[in-house]
């Protein structure tokens, strides 16, 4: 072998060498790669195993209690129970969809008193994670409470620290606290354009019972009249329905398209509520002081007796002709009364005139 073939032999053997070593640094990347989308995946896996597990805690917390005593129940048995049964309602709303960690907590909060509650022998307590039923009664943060009392609800504005504490809520909150007041009433009670002096101011919600998101307020503004209900002698809170009430409506060019509408009357002025949070704290705070801020607005004066009797005849006159049942009934009823007249005329007639000719033949004879 010469000197040529001995250096090309040696530089083939430090190429197989160097790919050789090549190859095995690129398997061992390979493998450390391997290894870390390994460890990624597994972290991906436990990580989201610990979102879903906390999505779901809330509602196991609260559904898979062995202890509860407060039924789970749902939209239509809470629309049978607030339609068909005599005794007030508790519900309590927890977030079955979302992490609430506090859910749980409250629950237990509750149920110590469960038993004292329905010891009452006039309130059912249940439970429930129905959004329709949070939505129709505009509760948006959870752990809530509302309380039914003769079907109108209220919401509770306070913690769930202390089962005393709520305890003592639901004794204190047992009267409906709102005034209900229509066409035919509103001036009367509130005495809006020409108060007395010293008269008490009001703070009136107008809403339309008609629209799920508007009536859903009702809850939350027996909140706000409980809250003066206790401090007595400042302000009288009422609620006024716009789908039946368009007296009061139209004079006070209300559009129920932005429903709820709050306004208040303090001394023969009006100020609007336009903040746009609608919560207990804030709704109470205007009524106290921060309507101050605000330019207040004469109160349109009240029709006079000729006008609310021209409006109700207009209004009974459009809804018989609006029940064509009706309509049709009325007409059918007097096309028969009056045929039943002339048959009996035209009888009474007949029957005269008989008794004429006899009188006549008897004569003669």
């Not at 072998?1 to 430090?14: A, D, G, P, V």
């Not at 620290?161 to 209900?180: C, P, Q, Y």
């Amino acid at each position: 072998m010469n000197c040529t073939e001995s250096l090309f032999l040696l530089l083939s053997l430090l190429w197989c060498c160097t790919l050789e070593a090549k190859r095995g640094k690129s398997s061992k990347s390979d493998e450390i790669f391997r290894e870390h989308e390994q460890q990624h995946s597994a972290r991906d896996s436990a990580k989201y195993k610990k979102e879903t597990h906390r999505m779901t805690s809330s509602r196991q917390d609260v559904t898979q209690d062995e202890d509860s005593t407060i039924e789970d129940v749902d939209e239509d048995k809470i629309d049978q129970i607030i339609r068909t049964s005599t005794k007030n309602l508790v519900i309590f709303f927890y977030d079955g969809y979302a992490k609430c960690p506090n859910c749980g907590e409250a629950l237990a909060v509750v149920e110590e008193i469960d038993d004292d509650i329905e010891a009452t022998g006039y309130i059912e307590v249940v439970k429930t994670d129905d959004r329709s039923v949070a939505r129709g009664l505009a509760v948006a943060t959870f752990p809530a409470l509302v309380y039914f009392r003769r079907q109108n609800p209220i919401t509770y504005d306070g913690d769930f620290n202390d089962s005393h504490a709520i305890l003592r809520w639901l004794r204190s909150h047992e009267e409906v606290a709102t005034w209900v007041l229509t066409d035919d009433s509103f001036e009367d009670y509130t005495d809006s354009y020409s108060p007395d002096e010293g008269a008490l101011d009001w703070f009136v919600m107008f809403y339309n019972s008609e629209e799920p998101d508007c009536n859903s307020f009702v809850a939350t503004w027996e909140s706000v009249a409980h809250k003066f209900f206790r401090l007595r002698g400042l302000v009288n809170v009422g609620r006024v329905d716009m789908s039946i009430n368009d007296d009061v409506t139209d004079r006070f060019r209300l559009d129920d398209a932005q429903c709820p509408i709050f306004l208040l009357f303090h001394r023969g002025k009006m100020y609007r509520y336009k903040d746009a949070a609608k919560n207990i704290r804030s709704l109470t705070a205007f009524a106290m002081y921060k309507f101050k801020d605000l330019r207040g607005y004469h109160v349109p004066e009240p029709p006079t007796a000729l006008e609310n009797f021209y409006e109700h005849v207009k209004e009974r006159v459009a809804d018989i002709l609006e029940d064509s049942q009706a309509l049709t009934v009325i007409g059918i009823g007097g096309l028969i009364a009056i045929v039943a007249a002339t048959i009996y005329a035209n009888a009474r007639r007949k029957q005269h005139t008989v008794i004429v000719t006899d009188n006549n033949k008897s004569k003669t004879n």
